[in-house]
């Protein structure tokens, strides 16, 4: 049965040539479009993420503390969940990037050996948010001198990703909407330019299947089709920026701080998301759209 | 007793009656003209029939299956056995004069040899086996009519239902389509044909039902048209 259903289904298509092409071309945009906004939103927060991951806190630690005891500590931090990285500065790097920055104002090198400088460790969170407590758990730490980060700099810029992070939900939402209402008129212009001939069709005993299916699986091959076209081009295009080293190391989503995607596992994403949106809305939008001439 | 019309009554719109409270039936092979003025309630009694509308009130019986104890998905199984050649002949403008009678068969899933035996046989039936690869646009409104019968017979169907179906086309086709409905109805198909053809209704000296403004008026086994 459901191969008479598939066979009818591809004799309109094949019939209805030029609408067929038509409405690929069409949904096939919407999914294209679609596709670059998704992956535009999403680099947004990358980078927005990158340079969260840029604020940092710095521990200093008292003079007496050994080397050995530092590394420890780091060690330690590394493996805490919320860390993102750890930079060690021995007395040593940090006399050189005090030479390095003072390097025109030989009098004031003079006066400073290495030994006044104090041994640190900067610590970079996954989350900004997670700064400020983190900041308050190593002032408890033995050998700490001071614990130094920019609150207010931090807290602000925070308060400005949030809403660049939910900008982007709110929007992605909405083209979701946007796009999903475009591919379901289109198929439902198709359906309504063949609405005579459907309810005739019932009219000389057709069962609503024999009506529905057809236009399902065509339905079905729209969306199918042209999803699979458009998430093949955005493939290529991420596949290939990223080649030419235009992407960060990875992408990440806004309010997920741990998750991070390689250009190649996204790019995948993307088109699965695409081709399942695709075949959903074909086939339900087709059903949707064929509904009002199953009455009678 | 085939068809059996109980007390029906049909409203469009509130207080317009297209039927009001008719009684009839209709025996198996039995060959009945529905006439009356335009607006008397022809078509819609004939919808009535495949369900294609539901009644304000009353019974319809077919087969002594109350009709409106059909579900939805079961609509098809009596459109079967009912074949219509409607008033304004409802054919696939997208299809061929073949395709068109083909339908007919393959929404009661005949295989592809029966369609391709059936469908020339009718289209030979109502003489129009030269067209089988024409387009409805391409049709005179008689061949049309010929095509409409032929796929209402396509199925075998018990009843016959034709309305108006020499409405729109010349004397002569006329009395071709008029043989032809003679010559299924002699093999036992019911047939029922809404008209306001006064000289078919008066040479076949068949049963006429008369509606006027939703109601019968008169119901004669050989009538004639003006009674
Ligand atoms: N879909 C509809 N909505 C509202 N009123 C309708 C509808 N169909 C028919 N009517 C009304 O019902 C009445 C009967 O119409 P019907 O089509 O049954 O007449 P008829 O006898 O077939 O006429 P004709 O000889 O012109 O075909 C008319 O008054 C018509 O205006
Ligand atoms: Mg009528």
Known sequence: MHNKYIKNAFNNIKKEKLLSITNIIVMGITFLLLGVFLSVVVLTQTVLRDFERQAQVTIFFKDEIPENKILEIETKLKSDERIFATNYISK????????????????????????????????????????????????????????????????????????????????????????????????????????????????????????????????????????????????????????????????????FPNLSISHFVFAILLWLILIISGCVLGYFGSLFAVKKYLKY | MQIDFR????????????????????????FVFIVGESGAGKTTLIKLLIKEEEPTAGQILFDDVDLSAILKDDISQLRRRVGVVFQDFKL???????????????????????????????????????????????????????????????????VLIADEPTGMIDPKSAMEIMEILE???????????????????????????????????????????AQ
């Not at chain 1, 900004?128 to 980060?149: H, I, Y």
């Not at chain 2, 093999?187 to 000289?199: E, F, I, K, S, W």
């Open chain 1, 92 to 255: 040593e790097e940090a006399f050189n990037i005090f030479k390095e920055l003072n390097k025109d104002d030989p009098v004031l090198l003079e006066s400073v050996t290495s030994s006044i400088l104090p041994a640190s460790l900067e610590v970079q969170a996954k989350d900004l948010s997670s700064l400020p407590r983190l900041a308050e758990e190593f002032k408890g730490l033995d050998g700490v001198e001071e614990v130094r980060f920019f609150e207010d700099v931090i807290s602000r810029f925070k308060k400005f990703s949030t809403v660049v992070y939910s900008i982007g939900f709110v929007l992605v939402f909405l083209f979701l909407v946007i796009s999903y209402a475009v591919v379901l008129s289109t198929l439902r212009m198709t359906i309504n330019s063949k609405g005579v001939e459907l309810e005739i069709i019932k009219l000389v005993g057709a069962r609503n299947s024999y009506v529905k299916m057809p236009l399902m699986y065509q339905g079905l091959f729209y969306g199918f089709i042209s999803s699979l076209i458009s998430g093949f081009i955005l493939f290529v295009i991420i596949i290939v920026l990223s080649k030419l080293g235009n992407f960060p190391a990875s992408f990440g989503v806004g309010f």
């Open chain 2, 7 to 30: 007390d029906i009554t049909k409203e469009y719109e509130q207080q317009v009656k297209a039927l009001d409270n008719i009684s009839f039936g209709i025996e198996r092979g039995e």
């Open chain 2, 92 to 158: 696939l403008e997208s299809k061929d004069v073949f395709e068109n009678v083909a339908i007919a068969l393959d929404v009661v899933d005949s295989n592809d040899d029966v369609i391709k035996n059936v469908v020339p046989n009718v289209l030979s039936l109502v003489g129009l086996t030269h067209k089988m690869h024409s387009p409805p646009s391409k049709l005179s409104g008689g061949e049309k009519q010929r095509v409409s019968i032929a796929r209402a017979l396509a199925h075998e169907p018990d």
């Open chain 2, 183 to 225: 010559k299924i109805n002699s093999l036992g198909t019911t047939v029922v044909m809404a008209t306001h053809n006064r000289d078919i209704v008066d040479s076949f000296k068949k049963r006429v039902i008369r509606l006027e403004k939703g109601k019968i008026i008169s119901d004669k086994k050989k009538g004639t048209y």
